[in-house]
Structure formats: C-alpha cells, structure tokens
C-alpha cells in the first residue's frame, strides 16, 4: 500500500526549467526538427518570481528543456539568481551544446558555483557530428571544450558530463568517444537511444520495445518455428509428408507453452517478438560494443551510463517521479516529465503515437505546492507504482494493432490519464538527465 501521508506532503527536490526554447543548432534527432512551434525566452522577471517562490525549498536546479540554454540573453543572470535563492548546498547545472559556452562567458557562469555540465556529444568523429548535428563548428566546439576541460581540472566545476544519442550511424563510435573524452577531463558519459519522433528515425533506432522477460520466454516458440522451417526446407525424403507430419506433432504442445508463458503474468506481443528475431543480430552487436565501451570506461576512469536494450519490466520507473524532480515549461507550466512538455508525435511499437502536451497549472497564477497538491497528486501516486498500476503496451499484441488507447497519451487501458503506458523513458531506453 502507498503511504499516503508522504504522498499527502510532497513537494519536489529538483526542478528542471526550460528558460528558452531556441536553439542554434539542427539536429537530426531532435524534435525541433520535426515541429513547428513559437520559440520564446522566459522573461527574466517571470524566472526570478518562481526563483524566489521555490528555490528555497529545493535541492537542485536544472536549467534546460527544449532548447540550447544559452540561447537565453540572460542567461548569466540567471545563473546568478539561481544560486541567490538556492540553500547553500543547493546544486545547479545544465546540459549545452557547447557551442556558446565561450571561456569568457565560462568564467562568468562558473562564478556562481555550478556543480555539473552537460555537453551534448555524439562522436569524435567530426564529419559525422555534423551530419548529426546541422550547425555545429569543429574550431570553436574544440576550443570550448578543451577550455571546459581545464575548469575542470582546476576544481572549478564539480562534474563535466556527456550527453550522447546513439544510433545506427554511430553507435560504433561509442568506443573511440570514450578514448577522446578522456583527454578532457570528462568525470561521466550519459548515453541514450534515439527517440523516433518521425518514421525517417525508425531505421537508427537500436532497441526493441518487447520486455527482456518477454523475449526471453518466447524463445521456446521461436526456436521451434525455425526447427519447422528447417525441416520442411531440407528433409531429404518426402518434404510434403514429413514437413506436415512434424507440423502436426510440433504444434500439440505450443499452446501449453504459451499458457507457462502467461502464467508468470507476462503478456507476448507476438509480431513484435518474431520481428526482434529477424534482428537479434543487431541486438547480439549493439551489445558487444555496449560491453567493449563497459570496459574502456572502466579502464579509463570514467563512469559510464548506458541504455537498455529490451526494456526490463522489473526496473521500470518513472525517473521523474523516482528523483522527486518536476519540470517548468518556458510559459510556467508545470509538466510531470520532459516528455509531457510539447506535443509531439512519437513512432514506437510499429505505429504513430500522439502525445499531447501535460501541464497540472501555471506558477505565474498558482504556486508549486498548490500544482503538487492538485491533480499532479494522483498522477504521482500512480507512477509511484508504476509496473503495477501502469501496462506496458510493448508486450500487449493490441498496441501493434491500431488499438484506441495507444494512439494518444490520453488514457491506458487501466483508465489512467495522462497514459505512460509506451514511455520509452521508464524502461531505460531513452535517458533523462537531471
């Protein structure tokens, strides 16, 4: 049973706040790409006011949404409010591309104490990165970076971090990024699958989205359809007979099969299990480089965060909800998660999902702990528990058949809304990081 008297006095440990959605790059994996919507920059007053309101009560400040942080022109000044209202071992820090973290501007920012940044980093190779990333300039990310990387050395900054998206056209490189970042001072690399915010991205991902638990207990039925194959392909005798008499004898027992497989409270999506087994292959590689970076890492110092590549149906969690954090849109919506923030499509488990921006109030007519209070409180009281209370439509047959409560974030089939029942996030395949 929860316990509802910590439910009852909630109030978040980390905000995450997008103070700008611009951004001066053009990445191929971004949703920027892939939307049209009105940039806009939170007013410094607008920041200040939810600075005085809620700071004093938090632990940590993340400054970043979707949008490159220092597009903001105030940026600096917001650093500066920021550690002005946080507890004084309050923690700051941000994720960039990098581009416009100029030593000057750096050495302004890092005067106000921040713990922790974020670069944006897909590989060393840098004809590739700008393929990946439209916008970028070698010269001046290098020059920041190594700068960066001095601050670091010196004890400036408490923690220099990557962020990385791996897909099909990089995923390999992932070892010789590690090499290069350990030039540079870089104390962790966070590493992420590509989110399929249009159908052009499907051929990069590297993931499947049928639990490990699923998969693994499938295996008895996909290994017998291929001894069928093989029999009907290559007995030397009378294929037609044969093939049909080890069909009948083969088949007698696949029902029970299944039913072991149900009873252990496992649903198996059954398209998607026999498409994973066409590309088990990849999978078998995505992990021998997974397991190659592993062992670089370790060797070189450095931690290393990576995804999963089948969800785990028993680590599933709500990261936001795990880490007490909330997010602030840039017009002062509070979402429950950066994938509540703007609407957005999302192509996952073979079809188009709609998901609709969230927000449970607005800190410029409401404050925090009335949003938290509010509505915000049964959708963390179900998340709390969210294997029990939340499907996980990866495994459902239905969610690769049009069904109604997997084309929109609306509702699940347990009648929760909003529905987190296809959140790549909960099952570690894409990263959040706060």
């Known amino acids: 049973?929860?316990?509802?008297?910590?439910?009852?006095?909630?109030?978040p440990e980390i905000i995450q706040i997008e103070i700008t959605t611009l951004c001066n790059f053009n990445c191929k994996m971004c949703l920027r790409s892939f939307q049209k919507d009105t940039y806009q920059n939170m007013p410094l007053e607008q920041f200040e006011a939810l600075a005085k309101q809620i700071f004093p009560k938090i632990k940590k400040v993340v400054l970043y949404g979707h949008g490159e942080p220092l597009m903001h022109p105030d940026f600096e000044k917001i650093v500066k409010i920021t550690r002005k209202y946080l507890p004084k071992d309050g923690k700051i820090d941000f994720t960039t591309n990098g581009s416009l973290l100029t030593p000057s501007k750096l050495d302004q920012i890092l005067k106000n104490n921040i713990n922790r940044i974020v670069v944006s980093f897909d590989t060393s190779n840098f004809m590739k990165l700008k393929e990946i990333r439209a916008g970028i300039q070698e010269d001046r990310i290098v020059t920041n970076f190594h700068y960066l990387s001095t601050q670091r050395k010196e004890g400036k900054l408490d923690e220099l971090a990557i962020e990385t998206v791996i897909m099909r056209s990089n995923f390999h490189d992932l070892p010789y990024l590690i090499e290069y970042c350990s030039e540079f001072n870089v104390d962790t690399i966070y590493v992420s699958h590509v989110l399929a915010f249009d159908e052009s991205l499907l051929p990069e991902t590297l993931y499947f989205t049928i639990?490990?638990?699923?998969?693994?207990?499938?295996?008895?039925?996909?290994?017998?359809?291929?001894?069928?194959?093989?029999?009907?392909?290559?007995?030397?005798?009378?294929?037609?007979?044969v093939s049909r008499d080890t069909l009948v004898n083969a088949t007698k027992n696949v029902n029970t099969i299944w039913e072991r497989i149900r009873e252990r409270g496992i649903e198996n999506n059954h398209p998607l299990i026999f498409e994973a087994s066409k590309k088990i292959d990849q999978a078998n590689e995505t992990e021998r480089v997974f397991n190659k970076a592993k062992t670089l890492?370790?060797?070189?110092?450095?931690?290393?965060?990576?995804?999963?590549?089948?969800?785990?149906?028993?680590?599933?969690?709500?990261?936001?909800?795990?880490?007490?954090?909330?997010?602030?849109?840039?017009?002062?919506?509070?979402?429950?998660?950066?994938?509540?923030?703007h609407n957005h499509k999302v192509y996952v488990n073979n079809h188009e999902r709609d998901v609709k921006e969230i927000t449970f109030g607005n800190l410029q007519n409401e404050s925090l702990e009335k949003i938290v209070q509010g509505p915000y409180h049964n959708f963390r009281k179900i998340l709390l528990d969210i294997s029990k209370n939340v499907p996980w439509s990866g495994d459902c047959l239905y969610s690769t058949q049009n069904c109604f409560f997997v084309t929109n974030n609306d509702f699940d089939c347990y009648g929760n809304h909003p529905a987190c029942n296809e959140c790549l996030y909960s099952v570690g395949l894409v990263r959040c990081i706060f």
């Open 1 to 11: 049973m929860l316990n509802s008297e910590k439910s009852i006095h909630f109030y």
């Open 211 to 241: 639990s490990k638990e699923s998969w693994e207990n499938s295996q008895e039925i996909v290994k017998k359809g291929w001894e069928l194959f093989e029999k009907a392909m290559f007995d030397p005798v009378d294929s037609y007979a």
């Open 297 to 341: 890492a370790q060797k070189l110092g450095i931690k290393l965060e990576l995804p999963e590549i089948f969800p785990i149906l028993r680590k599933r969690e709500c990261p936001y909800i795990n880490q007490k954090a909330i997010i602030v849109r840039v017009d002062g919506g509070v979402a429950p998660c950066y994938n509540f923030l």
